[in-house]
């Protein structure tokens, strides 16, 4: 099988180091952007962030040699706002998605027309785009079709519900749906990921000589829990197990070892993205960023607790408890940022945008609720957000500000405008077990004023309006 079917500009002193014109720019000039996106990683999956029973050891390389940011935060805490968020350089009180909205047969509801999204924003600069993997902003065709938006090239899935399988018995590539004859009729012989990376892979060789922006939109670990042999073999045994007797997602009669599987595997094939990068030399001209999405699921019999998957933070998917929309992030690009460094910045999905147009020496569209973090990349003095703001429309709805050391949150949102604020000293109580809201009723009066002013209506993703 043929695998290669495949705001505000920036801030402080590093803009001294990117044009703002790229034309006069050159390729050196302008560095290759690798963005890597778990999906459904909690904040303390990894190593390098705390975690003690599953292995990451190139990921952990990648923050001994970059830089670890310990306060960024996802777009929110599902798949296709997220992700909008990423790639809109809006939050979720301004985007066009908000939710999980799906389209039938296939794909998600989309991105309209008007909105500009990164990867548009990186053909301006003249770089080569690519997005694999998961898309879900979009159903196939629609005004947010992935070629539609700014890749000139996509290869994975459009439909998030299709993500639901590792064993697809077909991907798109570009508007083409390509057959995964391997495993056809209910074989499961090739796993998803396995042609992801492949197809990541050749598009850097073929791009060397270019600029090139590469979203790497991973489907790992978020359930359905399955991994190659090789990877399954490194954990069965390790743990008592609870079997998943299948339904929505397949059967897994190990799902503890297998979602820590899909995660040494997936830190394994960034192990061999740095690599390639290294011996084509481009490793000085790259800038790799990894995050995630969410925070970990409760489905196909996964366990975030046995795994301490949010180390002291309450909360997972669908939560806006930290546990649920803190990520963890790491950075590398040698020479530029310095090896072994943290940084506490207060950064957000939507601050990648207005990140990325700096790299590329390209003014970010207007109107943005983005900041760059390119300054706290390099070590250097950077602008702060006032504060951060987002929304979920499940669970009868959510909303949550985080203000400095203060987080706010209002559960029951789309049933009760006025429903009552809780109020989180994060410096003294990082896992939200105290609500302090009594005593501070000033500061709840203000937060209650950002949740009213920091978003605007939207037909398609109704919030109490």
Known sequence: MKLT?????????????????????????????????????????????GQKKIETPHIDRMAKDGILFSNHYAGTTVCAPSRCALMTGLHTGHTDIRGNKANQPEGQY?????????????????????????????YPGSAGDPLKKGFDHFYG???????????????????????????????????????????????????KEEAFFLYLSYVVPHAELAAPKEYMDQYKGRYQETPHPGGHYHKQDSPKAAYAAMVSMMDADLGRIRSLIEKMGLAENTIIIFTSDNGPHLESGNDPDFFDSNGIYRGYKRDLYEGGIRSPFVAWW?????????????????????????????????????????????????AEHDYLYWEFHEKAGKQAIRKGKWKALRLGAKKDK??????????????????????????????????????RPVDAFPFGD
């Open 5 to 49: 079917q495949i705001f505000a500009c920036g801030l402080g002193a590093s803009t001294l180091l990117f044009s703002p014109n790229a034309q006069a720019q050159t390729k050196a000039d302008r560095p290759n952007i690798i963005y890597v996106l778990a999906d459904d990683l909690g904040y303390t999956d990894l190593g390098c962030f």
């Open 110 to 138: 989309p991105i309209s027309v008007t909105t500009k999204t990164v990867a548009e924003c990186m053909q301006d600069a003249g770089y080569k785009t690519a997005l694999v993997g998961k898309w879900g902003l979009g």
């Open 157 to 207: 899935y459009n439909c998030q519900r299709h993500a639901h399988t590792n064993y697809p018995d077909y991907l798109w590539h570009n508007d083409k749906r390509i057959d995964v004859p391997e495993n056809k009729n209910g074989q499961r012989k090739v796993h998803s990921h396995q042609l992801l990376t492949n197809n990541a892979l050749e598009f850097i060789r073929q791009n």
């Open 334 to 382: 040698p020479g530029k940022i310095k090896a072994g460094t943290k940084s506490d910045h207060i950064s957000a999905f939507w601050d990648f945008m207005p990140t990325a147009c700096e790299l590329a020496g390209v003014d970010a569209p207007e109107g943005l609720d983005g900041i760059s973090y390119v300054p706290a990349l390099l070590g250097q003095e950077q």
């Open 418 to 455: 006025n429903a009552a604020i809780q109020l989180f000293d994060l410096s003294v109580d990082p896992g939200e077990e105290k609500n302090v809201a009594d005593q501070y009723p000033k500061l709840v009066k203000e937060m209650k004023e950002l949740f009213a002013n920091s978003r």
